[in-house]
């Protein structure tokens, strides 16, 4: 899966954009002070929003996060760099931790674990954890331990 090159500049700019604001607040008058806060505080807002829009849902779509090869289930990261997807077989996953924009994989019952965090409620999350383990293989699984 590909990250968008616009998602990836927004991911790095943002922070840094308000790490600046900041900054340079530390250096001004008062009269300046009140504005660059609301504005960096409306900065970080509409970061957030962003993050969390039904937008960035439809461009990573849960299919594309979480797909099945063969045996094995591939989880793919939305954030970070390019780093290469958890390809894991089925029968090594020991429990799933799913909720609201968030997926965690823990595998082998030694307690080794994955985050992800997918622009997706849970009950998405569940449904394709589901269809892609089968409901045999989902029932044999620890949930939200």
Do not use: W
Not at 11 to 23: C, E, I, N, T
Not at 25 to 50: H, P, W
Not at 61 to 72: V, Y
Request: charged share 25%; net charge positive; glycine share 6%.
């Amino acid at each position: 899966m590909q990250r968008k090159s616009i998602d990836k500049a927004l991911f790095f700019a943002v922070p840094a954009f308000l790490l600046a604001l900041f900054v340079l607040r530390l250096n001004v008058e008062d009269d300046l002070k009140l504005a660059m806060t609301i504005s960096s505080v409306g900065v970080l807002i509409g970061f957030v929003s962003y993050f969390r829009s039904r937008g960035l849902s439809k461009k990573y779509s849960i299919e594309s996060l979480i797909e099945k090869e063969n045996e094995c289930v591939v989880f793919h990261f939305l954030h970070g760099y390019d780093r290469q997807p958890l390809k894991v077989n089925a029968d090594r996953i020991y429990a799933l931790n799913y909720s609201n924009q968030y997926l965690g994989v823990i595998l082998d019952k030694n307690g080794r674990g994955f985050d992800f965090h997918y622009p997706h409620k849970g009950a998405v999350i569940k449904a394709r954890l589901q269809e892609v383990l089968g409901e045999d293989g989902f029932n044999n699984v620890k949930k939200n331990v």
